[in-house]
């Protein structure tokens, strides 16, 4: 690939913006960095010997990167009751419903992901249910006009209940990665509470880290 330099004076941003758009890449596996020799396009995963063929980041970047996947839509809930900690998350008083969209996601032809999103009303019309494809429920919002911002996002195991076991192809109460993630946009409302359920024979979910020694308590923090 060009060098930063050639990437920055091509697309006409700065070096900065180059090389987060490097670790990005580097950190979704798509790239190989190689110190004192140069930037590489990474070997597909059925060809590299010694390479574990998961989905490796976070899906909704892998989906924008040109990752192939194709989402089936189990269900469109206009109204659903909304859990508590749901109801929570979007800021909502107790009681009161969401659009609720259930999602199975494929790669390969093989389950990838079990999702469900809740859409406050306010937003729900820029995903009606003529809208929904194989683009990440957010992307619809984005194209309707809303800006996200930032998100908050927590990821633990739990075992595999009858359905999530039957939809992702694995036995019951077999450890599956949760990801809750709340999208808020630029003014700080919530636009979507997401829940993803994901076999870890087909994911798993890599991270870059930094060693923040500015105090006294050095931490590791995230950067990508």
């Not at 396009?41 to 192939?68: D, F, Q």
């Not at 798993?204 to 020694?213: P, V």
Request: hydrophobic residues 35%; aromatic residues 6%.
């Amino acid at each position: 690939m060009p060098s930063e330099m050639q990437l920055s004076q091509t697309y006409d941003v700065s070096r900065v913006t180059v090389r987060r758009a490097l670790e990005t890449l580097e950190n979704e596996g798509f790239i190989v960095r190689r110190h004192g020799v140069g930037t590489f396009a990474a070997p597909r995963p059925e060809t590299a010997a010694s390479t574990i063929n998961r989905v490796s980041g976070l899906v909704e970047n892998l989906i924008t990167l040109g990752l192939e996947t194709t989402a089936q839509l189990l269900s469109y809930v206009p109204d659903a009751p909304t859990p508590p900690v749901v109801s929570q998350a979007l800021r909502l008083e107790p009681g009161d419903t969401t659009l609720r969209i259930e999602r199975l996601r494929f790669y390969k032809d093989k389950p990838l992901s079990l999702s469900l999103v809740y859409v406050p009303h306010d937003f729900a019309h820029m995903a009606a249910e003529h809208l929904i494809d194989d683009r990440p429920i957010i992307r619809l919002l984005e194209d309707g006009g809303l800006r996200p911002d930032r998100a908050e996002q927590t990821i633990s195991a739990v075992p595999a209940d009858d359905e999530a076991a039957a939809r992702l192809n694995v036995g019951i109460s077999m450890p599956l990665l949760r990801m809750r993630r709340t999208v808020y946009s630029v003014d700080g409302h919530p636009l979507e509470h997401q829940i993803g359920l994901y076999n870890p024979d087909q994911y798993e979910y890599h991270m870059m880290l930094t060693r923040d020694n500015s105090s006294a308590r050095p931490q590791w923090r995230h950067i990508g």
